[in-house]
């Protein structure tokens, strides 16, 4: 079935390359950023309902809609995880390297910022998540390295949306990036669970690269030998280590901590005025003390009479 007449291909289709977006909150976050590159848009019966906005977008633009079974868009999309929904856009231009060192250079002093590097994370699941953990925390930039997943439907549907906020930017090995970065102040921790400083424990610098390894080999020794620290995440000991992803997680949400910590608080709220406006409600005032009640007569003390 399909909801919009048939049309022209859209004129920015051609010799554009596209990307297939599933997944409910993936789709919704491309549709808030960037509505002008979303190129077709297929969704089933039941969650017809919760895109109605999107669709009629979709009509004002003459961007085709169609509407198919859940089995029909299993094909389309090319896995069953796709929430009922998927989006064939545009894909984003690829930033470079320029582009990050221009952001770099316009830090302000004392302005705290964190990147990611991922080398050898070839799960476009775990890929997903970090990309979710980085846009949470306000990472705008997760460099890829070595043979880290592309941003394949997989690990965009993972991300939850993410990925509209961090950008996964492909460094090569990442060894020269990092190196620049180092010179604009930077400093590149790596996470290893044999580390002698323990996060939480430890001061966190002001701007960081975080590099996470993939979990059988973790970081290679090119990179692992620029890093300023290592550091490790404590636990029970129970096992070695963590999932990368949740590792990202704990670690950026330390850093996020750290940044939370160094803003300047607001002042407290003055006490208010004695001349209140009309009509205001104050605070009970506190109970005056009561004179203690007679006790009982002494023995050469005739008893009280009461007043009638």
């Keep these: 079935m399909t909801g919009a007449p048939a049309s022209p291909r859209h004129p920015r289709e051609h010799n554009e390359p596209e990307h297939k977006v599933a997944g409910r909150n993936a789709c919704r976050a491309l549709f808030s950023r960037r509505p002008d590159d979303i190129r077709r848009v297929y969704v089933t ?9 999107v669709l009629k977008a979709c009509a004002e633009r ?11 868009l299993d094909q389309i999309a ?26 770099a250079d316009r830090l302000q002093p004392g302005q705290r910022a ?18 979710r953990v980085c846009a949470h925390f ?11 997943a592309e941003l394949s439907p997989a690990a965009m549907r993972t991300a939850e949306g993410g990925a509209e906020f961090t950008r996964l930017l492909d460094v090569d090995d990442g060894r020269d990036v990092l190196l620049a ?32 390894g993939s979990e059988g080999e973790g970081l290679s020794r090119r990179l692992l030998g620029l890093a300023d620290d290592t550091i490790a995440i404590p636990g029970s000991g129970a096992l070695e280590s963590l999932n990368v ?26 006490a208010p005025s004695s001349s209140s406006r009309a009509g205001e409600r104050h605070a009970p005032r506190p109970e005056q003390a009561r004179p203690p009640r007679p006790g009982p007569a002494r023995p050469d003390q005739p008893p009280r009479r009461r007043g009638v």
């Design 78 to 103: 090319e896995t069953m995880h796709h929430d009922g929904v998927l989006f064939l856009a545009r894909r984003q231009a690829e930033g470079d390297v320029a582009a990050l060192l221009g952001w």
């Design 114 to 131: 964190v990147l990611v590097l991922l080398e050898g994370v070839k799960n476009p699941h775990n890929l997903g998540a970090i990309l």
């Design 62 to 72: 003459r961007v085709a809609y169609h509407v198919k079974t859940a089995a029909d």
């Design 138 to 148: 306000g990472v705008p930039f997760c460099l890829r390295a070595g043979d880290t």
């Design 245 to 270: 992803a949740c590792a990202s997680s704990v670690v950026l949400w330390e850093l996020w901590q750290g940044s939370q910590r160094a803003r300047p608080r607001a002042p407290a709220p003055s």
């Design 181 to 212: 970065l180092q010179a604009r102040g930077f400093s590149l921790l790596a996470t290893s669970s044999h580390a002698s400083l323990s996060l939480g424990r430890s001061p966190m610098p002001e701007r960081v690269v975080v590099l996470f």
């Design 45 to 53: 019966e039941e969650t017809l309902p919760l895109f109605k906005d």
